[in-house]
């Protein structure tokens, strides 16, 4: 069993050799890769625990950056339909750092939204975001986050 810092969650999963995972935003199955494990236990946390609209979650939003067409593993929209929140996903065998936190403010630079989460599972980072002037502050601990109460 992974000590994921996440609560536990019911999945509904089918399949064998190839399994598959229910996702409730794009209500559609989906291959139960390690990433894709992280992304819904944070979807049901955002969900279920922190009563975020499931319609205003956006699941491998698509991303131009310099040209390019990258995928924004979950992005949390306002009622205004602007990004509040970006969020990437990553295997609870990889590591967050650098290179991770870069990917995310790539995505960032075109989305503008004032949060950030990174999750292999096991940790987490959010960086409240001034879009004004760049500059950002962690937060380390769930229990510290602003919106979560």
């Known amino acids: 069993m992974l000590d994921f810092q996440f609560p536990s969650y019911s999945f509904r999963i089918r399949g064998e050799a190839s399994r598959e995972v229910w ?10 890769t390690p990433e ?3 992304r819904q236990h944070a979807i049901h946390f955002f969900v279920n625990d922190l009563n975020f609209p499931k319609g205003r979650v956006g699941v491998e939003t698509e991303v131009v950056f310099h040209g ?3 995928r924004a593993d979950l992005v949390l929209f306002t009622r205004e339909a602007m990004p509040f929140m970006i969020a990437e996903f990553k ?3 990889v ?3 650098e290179a991770v936190l870069s990917q995310t403010l790539r995505y960032n630079s075109v989305l503008k939204a004032p949060w950030l989460f990174i999750s292999n599972g096991h940790e987490h980072a959010l960086c409240e975001v001034n879009t004004e002037t760049g500059t950002g502050k962690w937060h380390n601990e769930m229990k510290d986050w602003p919106f979560v109460k």
């Open 23 to 32: 996702d409730v935003v794009r209500n559609k199955w989906v291959v139960l």
């Open 36 to 38: 894709e494990f992280v």
């Open 68 to 70: 390019m067409k990258r």
């Open 91 to 93: 295997a609870p065998t």
């Open 95 to 97: 590591k967050i750092d």
